[in-house]
């Protein structure tokens, strides 16, 4: 008989609050503000210990990357459009049409990502979090999934397989 096991862990705190706007080569929204939620779904192997991953350390992992992200303007370091100067405690972005931005280093997630989209955020979380829980592959977990919510009913997944 083949088992398959998977822990889901979602809590209040597994959240953040953040400023962001879309940007395309052609086009730039406003910028606005989204309360994400976050939440993780791992699949593995069941431990000797009985678990798959205990769910302390998805926590602990998960609370600190939010609250590394939480109350900040994100920056999508690897944007195609934007040109981003961070100097003397500043983040400066020009946008194609001319439009500027200039923020506090401090307030800002200078994120390795090319668009603050649900899907990329997903997907940067996701890979903080494999690399935060370094003990996945010994651990006999197949896939992590994390799903980022910028709104109810309206979330983006990113899947991982190990």
Do not use: W
Not at 10 to 23: I, T
Not at 58 to 87: F, H, W, Y
Not at 136 to 147: D, I
């Amino acid at each position: 008989m083949s088992e398959k096991y998977e822990v889901f862990v979602s809590k209040d705190y597994f959240k953040f609050n953040a400023a962001h706007f879309m940007a395309y080569p052609g086009f730039r929204e406003r910028l606005h503000g989204h309360n994400y939620r976050v939440s993780v779904r791992i699949e593995g192997a069941l431990g000797d210990d009985g678990y798959v991953v205990d769910f302390g350390d998805i926590k602990s992992a998960a609370r600190e990357i939010c609250e590394g992200i939480n109350e900040r303007t994100i920056v999508p370091m690897q944007s195609d459009c934007l040109k981003i100067e961070c100097r003397d405690g500043q983040v400066d972005l020009q946008s194609e049409d001319g439009s500027r931005f200039s923020f506090p280093e401090a307030d800002c997630a200078l994120l390795p990502i090319r668009h603050s989209s649900a899907e990329e955020l997903a997907a940067y979380v996701c890979g903080r979090l494999m690399e935060t829980l370094g003990i996945l592959k010994e651990r006999g977990v197949t896939s992590v999934e994390v799903s980022v919510a910028e709104a109810p009913l309206q979330e983006a997944r990113c899947r991982r397989e190990l």
